[in-house]
């Protein structure tokens, strides 16, 4: 999937409410701070200068660069009663970092529409030829740019148009998944908000509750209102946050709508707002509370937000189970299937769907499911999915997981497989997401905001729920009874475990200084540990920029066994199971060729040679086991990472949530 969409998105617009600039300013860069750890190469923002002029400034690098680029600039000292500042952190996706393709991005010289735009216009080639043949030039070597060419070409082809009605020719051309918000010195205190695919939140902060209704009309475009149903600012103070999520705007105000696809929101002069729809469908859009708490978006006493959130994950598998498991009368509470789990029990197969580590969860989980449901279970990468484009029944159960509850190919194999009927299942960690409120039912990870790119907590919580799901689709069962509460006991458990591994966190950094300038890294293992391989491969990928793959010690024989040599690093999962005879087979073939492999293995197990490296983890059910090891593998791609030097929180080249 085209890592197109991380660029992030913050607007702030004051009616009514007088703040100087530097005000205005900090709280632009404050917005940009909270959405930092989306990943991004370049900012900028765009606020009024005197005589209603738009001054835009830009930095390729951090937002430090740009708040000392802002110093730089003179601003008139009066305050503003009335303003709409607009900010962006850029990832390059269409032409390389450098300012000029960096956001705020303006139609002209005289910046008469001035646009910041998240996710990616796939026909902007097009596009751009037919305003080129036209004698529009261009400056940049973005897709963006078009939006405000053809902003200025439909007013330059009529003046006399409202910006709305510019807007909405715009959208009839531009495609793609995407989110902007459009300002023009031409309408002064007017401000557009569209979304197509990209998510976008409002956040409302008024004088007074009763300028705020608990729902607002949405109509359709080029219709005009039969009557005012929009929030009105014209005689009360009234501020906006407009955001790409809810991290950037939780420190002003928890008052929020999520905007569905196709919303328009249009801000007039006044401070009033209007919800329009460029589809078809009219309806209402609901005020909602925002969820997250300011403190969890901050590292605490971690160097950075992925440490932090490995060492939450004691704390963050329990708010996954809380109140979910009825340990005396042996039943699983979820509120979230309770009008479908019937219907889920009756179907005929149950298919996983997600990206990365998502899949990865649903690979640990898997056996499990196949045990107490039993029927046949299915996994599928998404992207490859949509590939294939296969047969999908009436009688499946789809299951999708996602952190960010945006996950592109996600989104579209949920819609794919809702097309066909399918029964359609979302595990996510986000409220009022794409998958959350397009799915039938779900589980909510409730593990609080992921910051870091790297998912960890996510990972976790995400294997906790699918067991969750699978004790609960076994409930009914007699014969799978005793198993059923083997495992509730040892969720119970868990946490003190997860507790006690992450003691291991000083062996692990040592390890991680004896292998951290290796070029390559194997890491083996088997049954409910294929999944642990896959997943620290990726998070060694994802995090240290080394190669690693995983490999299921069961195909040795069939090809990898040709790489081992006394030179090779190996990390061999080797906890004890009812495969552990399996899995000790395959640790003596690496053995016998030289191999010299660190191993993770349970407390007390003295059977391994004295030479090898070992990491010895508390021991757990079979079917939990791949949550306790995991931690000391995320804690190994972590250690590794900083010992290279490089950024844990934004690795280069990804973004949190891959949403085009």
């Known amino acids: 999937s085209h890592n197109g969409n991380m660029c992030g998105i913050f607007a702030y617009l004051n009616y009514h409410t007088p703040k100087d600039r530097q005000e205005i300013i900090n709280t632009l860069l404050g917005g940009l701070r909270r959405l930092e750890y989306r990943g991004y190469d370049s900012s900028g923002l765009c606020i009024t200068g005197s005589q209603g002029s738009p001054q835009i400034i830009k930095m390729v690098g951090n937002i430090d660069h740009l708040e000392r680029r802002v110093k730089q600039f003179e601003f008139p000292s009066d305050t503003v009663a009335n303003h709409v500042g607009i900010a962006h952190t850029r990832w390059a996706t269409h032409g390389a970092v450098c300012e000029r393709n960096s956001h705020p991005i303006s ?155 196709n919303d328009l929101l249009h801000f007039t ?42 060492f939450e994950q004691e704390k963050t598998v329990v708010n996954t189970m809380r109140g979910r498991i009825d340990i005396d009368r042996h039943r699983i509470v979820l509120g979230g299937l309770a009008n479908h789990i019937g219907d889920i029990m009756a179907s005929r197969r149950v298919i996983f769907f997600g990206c990365g580590t998502s899949y990865n969860a649903a690979v640990a989980a898997r056996a499990l499911v196949e045990e107490l449901a039993m029927v046949p279970v299915t996994l599928e990468l998404a992207s490859d999915f949509l590939d294939r484009e296969p047969p999908i029944h009436r009688s499946d159960t789809c299951v999708f997981i ?35 409120r397009t799915t039938d039912c779900g589980i909510h990870l409730n593990c609080g905001p992921e910051i870091g790119v790297a998912s960890t907590k996510a990972y976790t919580s995400q294997i906790i729920a699918i067991s969750l799901f699978a004790l609960k689709l076994g409930e009914d069962s007699f014969q799978t009874r005793d198993r059923r509460v083997q ?28 292998i951290h300038h290796e070029k390559s890294l194997l890491i083996m293992g088997r049954g409910y540990q294929y999944a642990t391989c896959l997943e620290t491969a990726l998070k060694i990928k994802e995090l240290t920029y080394m190669h690693s793959e995983a490999v299921a010690s069961g195909e040795l024989k069939h090809g990898p066994l040709a790489l081992i040599d006394e030179h090779l690093p190996i990390l061999f999962v080797a906890t004890k199971d009812k495969l552990y005879d399996k899995v000790k087979n395959g640790f003596q073939q690496v053995i016998a060729r030289r191999g010299k492999p660190i191993i993770i293995c349970s407390e007390g197990d003295d059977t391994m040679p004295a030479e090898c490296r070992k990491l010895m983890v508390p021991q757990t059910v079979d079917c939990l086991q791949s949550i306790v090891n995991i931690i000391p593998l995320q804690l190994l791609a972590y250690h590794i990472a900083t010992q290279r030097g490089v ?11 891959v949403t085009t």
């Open 402 to 436: 996602s952190q960010s509850g945006e996950t592109a190919d996600t989104l579209k194999a949920l819609e794919y497989c809702k097309a066909r009927n399918a029964l359609c299942l979302g595990i996510t960690n986000t409220v009022g997401s794409a998958i959350a």
């Open 487 to 514: 495992v509730m006991n040892a969720l119970h458990e868990l946490p003190s475990l997860i507790k006690k591994t992450l003691e291991l966190d000083a062996q692990v950094k040592a390890i991680a200084s004896e």
């Open 647 to 657: 950024n844990v929180d934004q690795p280069r080249n990804l973004a949190k949530s």
């Open 269 to 310: 002069a006044n401070g009033g707002m209007e919800v329009f729809t460029a589809s078809d469908v009219e309806g209402h859009r609901q005020m909602k509370t925002l969820e997250i708490e300011l403190n969890q978006i901050s590292k605490g006493d971690f160097e950075h937000f992925m440490l932090k959130e490995i």
């Open 107 to 261: 139609s002209d010289p005289n910046a008469e529409f001035i646009v910041v735009h998240n996710g990616i216009i796939t026909n902007y080639e097009a596009l751009k030829k037919m305003l080129m043949s036209k004698g529009y030039t261009f400056e940049s070597d973005t897709d963006t740019e078009v939006i405000v060419k053809l902003a200025k070409f439909f007013r330059d082809t009529d003046p006399r148009q409202s910006f709305r009605r510019i807007v909405t020719e715009i959208i009839g051309l531009a495609q793609g998944a995407f989110a902007i918000v459009i300002i023009s010195p031409h309408f002064p205190g007017e401000c557009i908000a569209f979304r197509v695919g990209s998510p976008m939140i409002l956040g409302i902060k008024a004088a007074t509750a009763e300028q705020i209704q608990s729902e607002l009309e949405v109509k359709a475009l080029g219709v005009t209102p039969r009557r005012r149903t929009s929030l009105d600012g014209s005689t009360q103070g009234i501020e906006y946050f407009i955001a790409s999520d809810g991290s950037a705007i939780v420190e002003h105000t928890k008052t929020v709508i999520y905007l569905e696809h």
